[in-house]
């Protein structure tokens, strides 16, 4: 057995140990997704980044327990679901609609079933006949309905489960017709659950059907200007697109519109007259970014708001693409929140420094968020991603230091395992690692929806991500038992 891991151990001894429980086949194909970060030679004379070289979005192993969503999860759970003035119907039985309810707590302002229909869930309920003569008609009807109950809802998306890929469905062919019945766009989004490896399918799908379907809509009218921008794949959970909304709003920009979280259809549409994306979550949406750079002239760049060295950096970066003007005022809003910020770090930084830290999650998360534990003098002892793609890893590599153990759609065995050996002080995950870390003693956070906290954007959310941090680490709880390790055979 493997000693306990210290602080700068080697993780390579480790990572050895736990594919050794794994059949020959499956070691070799996990041990392709399993690293640290540092510099390695890559057979001639270039030094890369090992992060480079971890595999990423193929198939998980079969009888391997994965944390990974679906393409339906990907497109209507996280793209399509937080517009908030159309109506998405689960289109297909109703388990997939039920179980992707309001689970990511996008904020959105308006009226429920009114003019915002981001906690409603519409599905067409399959049956046993649906799945035998088809759902065509039943959609049609279902549509007709959501016209008829909710009249001020501006378009309607389709979000294919997996019987409708089955049995062939042609949601396009309704959404033509229905689109010229009722005056509304009609979005088909053919995000069937068994496409892909992952929800990362789910996105670009998505992404595909906002390009073909919506961009060239009519928007609405407003009056441009040298400084409109959009807020690209930021999805409002806890209110995390309204904090990064205020600060661009505060350095003299003009947010056009917000993707996804509380948008409306018009946004969308007008997004190509911006003058510039600006993209959060860059694995679900960098095709539209790219897209309207192609197509439209929209430069894009990525930005980060998780903790004040990096929203200082991304604000900077931000500006210099503007006049003088939004560089100075840049300047002004970073000083104006540094007394915000010393006092922050005065309060959590000495509870805080030197605890370790575990992440596992979707999106930017893993690699984003460790800019805000550094911040307060934490370590990152590990991180890793549900449905990462190549250049994600590439990415990370900027963000850990060298020998921090890297991990791709990690397995629930391979992450109790890193757990029980790194014996981090905080893990940072989805729902469903929370209780198993939980019953390990080790404190948790879940980093998907941010634990019914936040927001986490921006300087304020950074001290309520703070305190989170220490609310969770610094519980008197995790005194009143021992974790397994600890206990007496």
């Given at each position: 057995?493997?000693?306990?891991?210290?602080?700068?151990?080697?993780?390579?001894?480790?990572?050895?140990?736990?594919?050794?429980?794994?059949?020959?086949?499956?070691?070799?194909?996990?041990?392709?997704?399993?690293?640290?970060?540092?510099?390695?030679?890559?057979?001639?004379?270039?030094?890369?980044?090992?992060?480079?070289?971890?595999?990423?979005?193929?198939?998980?192993?079969?009888?391997?327990?994965?944390?990974?969503?679906?393409?339906?999860?990907?497109?209507?759970?996280?793209?399509?679901?937080?517009?908030?003035?159309?109506?998405?119907?689960?289109?297909?039985?109703?388990?997939?609609?039920?179980?992707?309810?309001?689970?990511?707590?996008?904020?959105?302002?308006?009226?429920?079933?009114?003019?915002?229909?981001?906690?409603?869930?519409?599905?067409?309920?399959?049956?046993?006949?649906?799945?035998?003569?088809?759902?065509?008609?039943?959609?049609?009807?279902?549509?007709?309905?959501?016209?008829?109950?909710?009249?001020?809802?501006?378009?309607?998306?389709?979000?294919?489960?997996?019987?409708?890929?089955?049995?062939?469905?042609?949601?396009?062919?309704?959404?033509?017709?229905?689109?010229?019945?009722?005056?509304?766009?009609?979005?088909?989004?053919?995000?069937?659950?068994?496409?892909?490896?992952?929800?990362?399918?789910?996105?670009?799908?998505?992404?595909?059907?906002?390009?073909?379907?919506?961009?060239?809509?009519?928007?609405?009218?407003?009056?441009?200007?040298?400084?409109?921008?959009?807020?690209?794949?930021?999805?409002?959970?806890g209110g995390d697109a309204w904090s990064s909304r205020i600060l661009l709003e505060e350095i003299g920009l003009n947010v056009v519109g917000s993707w996804s979280g509380d948008a409306t259809l018009a946004e969308m549409e007008n997004a190509p007259k911006a003058k510039l994306n600006l993209i959060h979550?860059?694995?679900?949406?960098?095709?539209?970014?790219?897209?309207?750079?192609?197509?439209?002239?929209?430069?894009?760049?990525e930005y980060n708001f998780f903790g004040p060295s990096q929203i200082a950096a991304s604000l900077r970066a931000i500006a210099a693409k503007f006049d003088k003007t939004i560089q100075d005022k840049a300047e002004e809003v970073i000083a104006k929140y540094q007394p915000l910020v010393d006092e922050v770090?005065?309060?959590?930084?000495?509870?805080?420094?030197?605890?370790?830290?575990?992440?596992?999650?979707?999106?930017?998360?893993?690699?984003?968020?460790?800019?805000?534990?550094?911040?307060?003098?934490?370590?990152?002892?590990?991180?890793?991603?549900?449905?990462?793609?190549?250049?994600?890893?590439?990415?990370?590599?900027?963000?850990?230091?060298?020998?921090?153990?890297?991990?791709?759609?990690?397995?629930?065995?391979?992450?109790?395992?890193?757990?029980?050996?790194?014996?981090?002080?905080?893990?940072?995950?989805?729902?469903?690692?929370?209780?198993?870390?939980?019953?390990?003693?080790?404190?948790?956070?879940?980093?998907?929806?941010?634990?019914?906290?936040?927001?986490?954007?921006?300087?304020?959310?950074?001290?309520?991500?703070?305190?989170?941090?220490?609310?969770?680490?610094?519980?008197?709880?995790?005194?009143?038992?021992?974790?397994?390790?600890?206990?007496?055979?």
């Open positions: 057995m493997a000693k306990d891991l210290e602080d700068g151990a080697d993780h390579t001894s480790l990572i050895e140990e736990v594919l050794a429980a794994y059949p020959k086949k499956a070691q070799k194909r996990r041990a392709k997704h399993l690293s640290t970060a540092g510099p390695v030679e890559d057979g001639e004379t270039e030094i890369v980044s090992k992060c480079d070289t971890v595999k990423s979005n193929v198939k998980s192993v079969p009888g391997v327990m994965t944390i990974r969503g679906c393409a339906y999860a990907g497109s209507k759970g996280v793209v399509w679901g937080p517009v908030k003035d159309m109506v998405h119907i689960s289109h297909g039985p109703v388990g997939c609609g039920h179980y992707s309810w309001s689970q990511r707590r996008n904020y959105y302002t308006g009226t429920t079933g009114v003019d915002s229909f981001v906690t409603f869930q519409f599905t067409t309920d399959f049956q046993e006949k649906d799945i035998v003569f088809g759902g065509d008609k039943k959609l049609e009807k279902t549509i007709d309905e959501i016209n008829e109950l909710f009249p001020l809802s501006k378009a309607i998306s389709v979000q294919s489960e997996c019987p409708i890929g089955l049995i062939g469905d042609d949601i396009e062919a309704v959404a033509k017709k229905k689109k010229k019945d009722i005056g509304k766009t009609i979005v088909p989004v053919r995000c069937e659950g068994f496409r892909g490896v992952s929800q990362s399918l789910g996105h670009h799908i998505a992404n595909d059907c906002i390009r073909d379907w919506v961009l060239d809509g009519e928007g609405s009218e407003y009056e441009a200007t040298d400084y409109d921008v959009n807020i690209i794949g930021d999805y409002n959970i979550c860059y694995r679900s949406m960098n095709y539209i970014c790219r897209h309207m750079e192609e197509n439209h002239g929209v430069p894009w760049m770090l005065a309060k959590y930084k000495p509870r805080l420094e030197g605890k370790k830290v575990m992440l596992y999650v979707g999106g930017l998360r893993p690699r984003h968020v460790v800019t805000a534990y550094h911040d307060l003098g934490m370590e990152i002892a590990g991180t890793g991603y549900e449905f990462a793609h190549g250049d994600d890893y590439k990415r990370t590599g900027e963000y850990v230091k060298e020998g921090t153990l890297i991990y791709d759609d990690v397995t629930g065995y391979e992450l109790e395992k890193f757990i029980e050996k790194i014996r981090p002080d905080l893990v940072g995950s989805g729902i469903k690692e929370k209780y198993p870390t939980q019953k390990m003693g080790i404190p948790f956070r879940q980093m998907h929806s941010w634990d019914y906290s936040g927001p986490y954007h921006g300087y304020d959310g950074f001290a309520i991500f703070a305190r989170d941090m220490d609310l969770a680490i610094n519980n008197p709880v995790w005194g009143l038992f021992d974790a397994p390790w600890k206990k007496s055979a």
